[in-house]
């Protein structure tokens, strides 16, 4: 660190398994990066301050705002950050932001709305992923989040208005671990991409169709006649489902009144190129959205909850 680098705000993005710690200069950008293990399911009998100090290191000793989102806000993280309904614009997020008893932490809270039959869907950490897009040129979009459970997000006029979620990631390992298909998964294998485009197209035509689980037992009756690779099995079955999210998620982005234009795609690189390859499938372009973009979210907020000041000349 140096007097020409002075950092404005600690960010950091603390989820379930991980965490990341961000150092942002006065104009949001970032000047350093730090990741450990540090997730709140590896931390033991709420020892949170002990796992920040880890984190953060010699950034421990720095006078300046620190600011999380994530499962950090959860009900089994450090203090639960209560969810915010939508629709929800920055002002929002800034509001609904929590503080640590001893004010270690200020951790941004979550999202939730209802589907069309009033059941709730929450999100913790994509809102602020978000919010680091949200600017002039991305005031009304859909993002879509791989992951464990992805999301689609509808933002208009710089609010964010309804999202949804799909247990996509979390079902491709729940049927990997715990299923009669997993004896088929070999792991480790290359990306079979021929296998992946194919399940792809069988997953939109179960999700037209309300086939899926059906589509899903055809990755052990096609390998079982040798039509199916046995170093494509998995990601058949990774087509399957994410093919049935992407049609089922354009079908309900679709239904939301406006033009939302080519979706971004933020998250995991490798994760986000198989959802780019489904929705070329299905005709339609995706944009790969910038690295980081928790980091930019939290300055965001961070500034309208006036956390620091807002020097940022893009």
Known sequence: MTAAQPTALLALDWGTTSARAYRLDAAGRILDRRAATLGIAHVRNGEFAAALDGLLGDWHQLPVQRLACGMIGSRQ???EAPYSECPAALSALAKAIVHTQSGE???VGGLTCRDDAGVPDVMRGEETQVAGLLDGEH????????GTHSKWTVVIDGAIVAFKSYMTGEAFAVLREHSIL???????SPFESESFERGVRRGMNAAAGGELLHQIFGA???ALFGELPADGIADYLSGVLIGSEVA???AWAGSQ????GTPWLLGAPALCSRYRIAFGIAGRAAKMGPPDVAARGLWRIAVHAGLVADKDTK
């Open 257 to 260: 009144g406006t033009e939302l």
């Open 105 to 107: 932490l200020g951790i």
């Open 139 to 146: 005031d009304t979009a859909l993002f879509v989040q791989p």
């Open 248 to 250: 089922a998620g354009y």
């Open 182 to 188: 997993g004896r088929l998964l070999q792991g480790d």
């Open 220 to 222: 052990r009756t096609l």
């Open 77 to 79: 993280g450090w203090v």
